[in-house]
């Protein structure tokens, strides 16, 4: 079996050398980003071997978008030296990679009943509901819900937001002294509260609604657009029963 393919029109170390070539897997053992790289350095011209019979048994598209990608890489390689240090080229080409840093632990984060309250304040008391702000903050990204403790599930922080330091995910004690356990509670970023209150689009909402003049045509939109919401939560914003919510619900496929 054959370990290793050789460059430069060198004679591979078989006893039946026309076999290897002559073998239809022979070409599959090298790798494209090898092919590239022979190019880059060498030159179309240069080439040889087992990485010139490779790239003749491409398709004439494979080959061009390899020769494009070599005529970039080259050209950008003589001009490293003349860039200006302004341009986007030079910048990209001699980026440093910075540390990334742990976002800074937040204290006395906004908890996912705080943002509730805000809402309740801000757009009345059917927003003032627990459940309704992490659904609308599960909506748009903020929350997910997560399995912890085993088979629970529950609404955490996910991490691309832990890593912007937008929110985290806190443990406290809960329970009585000498029965107490670890918990995990999602906060948000004091500084950014406004701003993740705005993404959750209650004003949007309530426009939405305002537009609609029947229960039923508002019944609809919410369940069309906005299903994720509790079912309390869209009977008051509709006007409609909890139970014809829970029925609309059951129908809605069958309409």
């Not at 302004?86 to 980026?95: D, E, T």
């Not at 004690?173 to 356990?181: P, Q, R, V």
């Not at 950014?192 to 305002?210: N, S």
């Amino acid at each position: 079996m054959r370990q290793h393919c050789w460059w430069g029109g060198e004679t591979p170390p078989h006893s039946d050398a026309q076999q290897a070539t002559a073998d239809p897997s022979f070409e599959t053992l090298l790798p494209m980003q090898d092919l590239r790289t022979e190019i880059a350095s060498k030159g179309l011209s240069g080439i040889g071997g087992a990485a010139l019979r490779f790239y003749e048994s491409l398709s004439d598209q494979e080959r061009a978008d390899i020769q494009q990608e070599t005529d970039t890489w080259i050209l950008a390689k003589g001009e490293r030296g003349t860039l200006s240090k302004k341009s986007l080229l030079y910048q990209a080409m001699n980026q440093r990679r910075e540390e990334v840093r742990p976002p800074t632990p937040i204290t006395n984060g906004l908890s996912v009943s705080d943002i509730a309250d805000k809402l309740g304040s801000a757009f009345g008391p059917v927003w003032h509901c627990r459940e309704t702000t992490a659904r609308l903050l599960g909506a748009v990204g903020w929350l997910e819900k997560a399995y912890h403790g085993g088979t629970q599930r529950r609404w955490l922080v996910p991490d691309y937001v832990i890593a912007k330091g937008y929110g985290d995910n806190i443990r406290h004690k809960i329970g009585a002294i000498g029965h107490s356990k670890d918990a995990v509670f999602p906060v948000f970023n004091p500084e950014h509260g406004q701003d993740i209150i705005w993404t959750l689009g209650v004003d949007a909402i309530l426009k939405g609604l305002a537009a609609l003049s029947t229960k039923k045509e508002k019944l609809g939109w919410l369940l069309t657009k906005h299903a994720y919401l509790p079912d309390k939560t869209i009977a008051n914003l509709s006007g409609v029963n909890v139970r014809t919510v829970e029925r609309r619900r059951q129908n809605v496929g069958c309409e």
